[in-house]
């Protein structure tokens, strides 16, 4: 879902308004320094030294304004106003925070709509991400939620089982998900026994073949804490991978420089040593690869294009492309407005008997020739 609101407040502002029923005297002064660099930001200044004077002045604000918490006039004041000066100052920091790394992500694209953030499906846009469930042979819509743009879609899955389940009451058996479900810890909460127990039908990632020894060929003991190679040498020394989805493993150059299975575990004959990743979700990973290979694979995928032309119907025939209120819980109830309006003329189709072959007034029409 798209948002069309502009920018909005600078942050500033949005604090400075928070804080006046608290410090009314700062807030004048705020107001004071604000107008001035207004006034000097007219004068053609270039846009980075705009914002630098900008940020500077937000930092000055929330040095009082940052302890005002703590005064006898926030702790007499109205809890409405309490919470409306919190929140504006977990904000600031938090456009601060954004400020001091700009490569990091989920900013905070405006204060207006703090919860709105940039994502991408196809091409980048500011918003929220819609995820639905539906019941594949009804076609009716059984849980909805909304996400930031940057949302985790796949792991989002868990949760609307568990809202369908808790909701209708009823048992989840199997899930189609597209290839936003083939992650591990994805597949591991669907899938756990104890938990959802679900049959996962997911397209998984293409793997480019190893010409060397995979990770399977290398055998970790029943501690996790070693190592051995298909030459019978063993590690120990291990840490965990940058995403924290495996341990890395690390043979010794003494270990690799004359091994006699050399070759067939080194792809590039310079290299010093082996490394090897042993994925906690290896057998997730593996169990999704061989149920893409069955019939019954084959069968839920081509079902499951009827989950997109429902998608279609919700963003081309109700609008749902656009949000149009700002926050997630408003935006949320939007889409669930819709998806019962899309559920009230699906259930009126089931509920309406085809028409007979005499009743579709099918007119026949013949062309004479004039004599």
Not at 12 to 39: G, H, M, N, Y
Not at 50 to 75: G, I, M, T
Not at 266 to 279: C, E, G, M, Q
Request: charged share 30%.
């Amino acid at each position: 879902m798209e948002n069309g609101s502009p920018p909005g407040a600078p942050p500033d502002l949005t604090t400075r308004e928070a804080a006046e029923p608290f410090a009314k005297e700062q807030v004048a002064c705020a107001w004071d320094r604000a107008e001035a660099i207004s006034a000097v930001a007219n004068e053609d200044l270039p846009d980075e030294e705009r914002l630098v004077q900008r940020v500077a002045h937000l930092r000055s604000v929330l040095l009082w304004a940052d302890e005002l918490p703590n005064s006898e006039a926030f702790r007499a004041g109205a809890a409405a106003s309490q919470e409306k000066l919190r929140a504006a100052l977990q904000l600031a920091h938090k456009v601060l925070c954004d400020r001091d790394d700009p490569k990091a992500g989920d900013k905070v694209l405006s204060v207006h709509d703090p919860d709105a953030r940039c994502g991408k499906h196809g091409e980048f846009f500011d918003g929220y991400l819609v995820d639905v469930s539906m019941d594949a042979d009804s076609e009716i819509l059984t849980a909805v939620n909304v996400l930031p743009a940057n949302g985790d879609e796949g792991g989002d899955a868990v949760h609307l089982i568990e809202q369908e389940e808790a909701a209708h009451g009823n048992d989840v058996q199997a899930v189609s998900i597209d290839g936003a479900g083939y992650r591990g810890p994805v597949l591991r909460a669907l899938t756990d026994p104890d938990g959802l127990n679900l049959e996962v039908f997911t397209p998984p990632t293409e793997r480019i073949p190893l010409t060397v020894f995979s990770p399977e060929q290398f055998t970790l003991s029943e501690d996790h804490k070693t190592l051995t190679c298909p030459a019978g040498e063993a590690t120990t020394y291990y840490e965990r991978n940058t995403n924290d989805t495996g341990v890395k493993f690390r043979f010794s150059k003494k270990q690799c420089g004359g091994c006699r299975l050399r070759a067939q575990c080194l792809s590039n004959p310079a290299a010093k040593s082996r490394t090897v990743i042993k994925n906690d979700y290896e057998a997730e990973y593996q169990a999704a690869q061989a149920k893409a290979q069955t019939p019954e694979y084959a069968q839920a995928r081509q079902e499951h294009p009827a989950i997109e032309r429902k998608l279609s119907e919700l963003v081309r025939r109700h609008d749902l492309r656009q949000a149009r209120y700002r926050g997630l819980s408003k935006v949320l109830r939007q889409a669930l407005v819709t998806c019962m309006t899309v559920n009230l003329k699906r259930i009126v189709k089931l509920r309406t008997p085809a028409p007979t072959r005499e009743e579709t007034g099918t007119v026949r029409a013949e062309l004479v020739r004039a004599e």
